[in-house]
């Protein structure tokens, strides 16, 4: 069975469990839900396109010609655009990363207005940006999915066979990518440098550029 159906079907006993309360849920809109809003923290996006990152690495070490792409973005409309025509494309988000430059952000991100790369822009500005590129990234996938459950309801509406659709359903690849992250020199101390690193973590990046200043 697909795992979408197992899924409202588990809903669906934990709906009976609490008949009263819970009448008016539809499993099947909460298990939509579920999958269209697969990453509930940063954490768990970091973790997840760190995985992919690895993998990505060891692919590279055996054969070259596995390279990743990284396209740079100063904005989540941007990212969400991008992504989602790599996606269109190519079928796939395989390989395909997005990149924050410090002088990119420095120019396009600060709220002091464009700026030299001098590290002279906020240091929340990237996290920042991560957060909000991961929010397009999420919403590219609610939207491509809502899509797919509209053609799911239409095939059940006309007696048409639904396998195929519930394949793309139980088989879907997310917008969500790995993001390397430009933090230029850490922005102060070493303890300034980890604090700054742990919020990238938790907004959902997974590498962090850190240029070595030192003399």
């Known amino acids: 069975m697909s795992a ?8 669906e006993a934990l709906k009976a469990k609490n008949s009263d309360t819970w009448k008016g849920i539809s499993a099947e809109y909460a298990t939509r839900m579920q999958l269209q809003n697969r990453f509930k923290t940063g954490i768990e996006i970091a973790q ?4 992919i990152m690895r993998r990505d690495m060891a692919d590279y070490d055996a054969d070259t010609a596995q390279y990743t792409q990284s396209l740079g973005c100063w904005h989540g409309f941007t990212a969400q655009q991008l992504a ?4 269109k494309h190519r079928g796939t988000m395989d390989k395909s990363y997005i990149y924050l ?7 396009l991100r600060s709220k002091f207005g464009p700026l030299p790369d001098q590290s002279m822009h906020e240091k929340t500005s990237v ?4 957060h909000e590129i991961y929010t397009f990234l999420k919403q590219a996938d609610a939207r491509e999915l809502r ?6 309801d239409e095939a059940r509406a006309n007696g048409a066979d639904i ?3 519930l394949d793309r359903i139980d088989n879907f690849e997310t917008h969500v990518v790995p993001i390397i992250a430009d ?7 070493a303890e300034a440098t980890y604090l700054l690193a742990k919020r990238m973590i938790e907004a959902g990046a997974c590498c962090i550029q850190l240029e070595n200043q030192g003399t």
């Not at 899509?147 to 799911?152: D, K, R, S, V, Y």
Request: a negative charge.
């Open 163 to 165: 396998n195929g659709i």
């Open 84 to 87: 989602m025509s790599v996606k």
């Open 101 to 107: 430059s410090g002088w990119m952000v420095a120019a």
């Open 183 to 189: 933090i230029d020199a850490g922005f102060g101390n």
């Open 147 to 152: 899509h797919i459950f509209i053609e799911l």
């Open 127 to 130: 996290p920042e940006l991560v």
């Open 48 to 51: 997840y396109t760190a995985d």
């Open 4 to 11: 979408y159906l197992d899924q409202i079907t588990v809903l």
